[in-house]
């Protein structure tokens, strides 16, 4: 890993929160995103189990993986965390408490795009603290269960990312790929606004599991045979762009800026957040070095 530039560390100006129902639980749930300081990184606060109930979002705190990423263990935990960390990501937020009064986020529409309104609505402020974009030299190349995702090289200190998606000739939600450059503007406009997405065989089952006893199929997308069921896409290709919004608030949980090519194909969440931990190691070996301009 080298340093390749350095940007001024952000958070925001002022609290602001929001409402809604959660997708796993069907509680009411109240998010209160405040201020923090230089360095703190993004932090999870439980303020229904009290003001110490707090959870870094650092890869060493990701406790699950399966269908969504959850942070901390025992009572002590958040699930369904990647919509926010996306949003907190994309925008290049980088100091902020997120006050909870549920173990999960609001599941809004089910996208970033509820957060990333609310988050621009009370202002985004430089600090005087710095962060350090890092490079790597090699690829970083991973592969699970005939998923893969890989993480190249750049020439300068952009990050890319690409995914494809490719459920099988059988499936209701049909082959596509996005590609975009990780700028807050673009990911305001193209990746946010893309909302999380099942089939409705996964619906039922998830409902058989009690999960979204809340949840119509029009808070989220949900494919039937002939498309989503009571729903339009914003995009034609939205799982896709969904992918790559997961992809962005599993890669926050670095608490580092990279930059490079990120190629993924079929990956999920375990992928990404293994991916961060590789990069994470990586980091903790590298020499200290002068960033370059």
């Known amino acids: 890993m080298k340093r390749i530039s350095e940007r001024a560390q952000r958070t925001i100006a002022t609290p602001a929160e929001l409402h809604g129902i959660g997708y796993l639980t069907g509680k009411n749930v109240r998010l209160r995103f405040t201020p923090a300081p230089v360095a703190t990184g993004v932090v999870f606060v439980r303020t229904d189990l009290g003001p110490q109930a707090r959870v870094r979002a650092v890869a060493g705190e990701v406790s699950d993986t399966e269908r969504r990423t959850t942070l901390g263990r025992g009572a002590v935990s958040v699930s369904l965390v990647e919509h926010v960390l996306a949003a907190l990501g994309g925008l290049r937020i980088d100091n902020c408490f997120v006050e909870l009064d549920a173990p999960e986020p609001p599941g809004l529409d089910g996208s970033s795009r509820p957060f990333v309104d609310t988050l621009c609505r009370t202002g985004i402020v430089a600090q005087a603290g710095r962060k350090t974009i890092w490079g790597i030299a090699d690829p970083v190349a991973l592969e699970q269960q005939g998923a893969t995702l890989t993480l190249h090289p750049a020439n300068d200190s952009r990050l890319r990312a690409s995914y494809l998606l490719d459920y099988g000739d059988r499936s209701a939600i049909m082959r596509q790929v996005c590609t975009t450059d990780v700028t807050p503007e673009a990911f305001a406009q193209e990746i946010a606004p893309c909302r999380t997405f099942v089939t409705e065989a996964e619906a039922r089952a998830l409902m058989r599991q009690g999960l979204g006893s809340r949840t119509a199929v ?7 045979p002939r498309g989503p069921i009571d729903n339009h896409l914003h995009f034609a290709n939205e799982p896709a762009r969904h992918k790559i919004l997961d992809l962005i608030g599993d890669l926050s949980l670095l608490g580092e800026d990279i930059c490079g090519h990120l190629v993924a194909y079929r990956s999920g969440h375990s992928l990404n957040v293994e991916l961060v931990r590789q ?13 370059v301009a």
């Open 279 to 291: 990069l994470r190691r990586q980091l903790d070996q590298a020499p200290a070095q002068r960033a």
């Open 218 to 224: 029009n808070d989220l997308l949900v494919f039937g």
